[in-house]
């Protein structure tokens, strides 16, 4: 399931922030993150951010190819940090 909290090196956490300042905790396509982000390894970001437990993703139930992005909201992903 998800991934134990870690904390974000700052370069990922700019990033987090800025997609947590665009979609909360609302799903995000990468395509989305990318046109926001506007970086060329928007997938490196994304991949790191699940690796530290600040993103989930889900399989689009209409295409099974592409992923939906949600971020994990930071008052839990830090509460989780202190109690892990």
Known sequence: MSNIISPLPKWIMKHYSKLWSKFKDKQFTHQQAEDLLKITNTSIVLSRL????????????????KRLYKLKDPADAVKEMSNG
């Open 50 to 65: 699940k690796k530290f437990g600040w993103l989930d993703l889900t399989l689009d139930p209409q295409d099974s190819r």
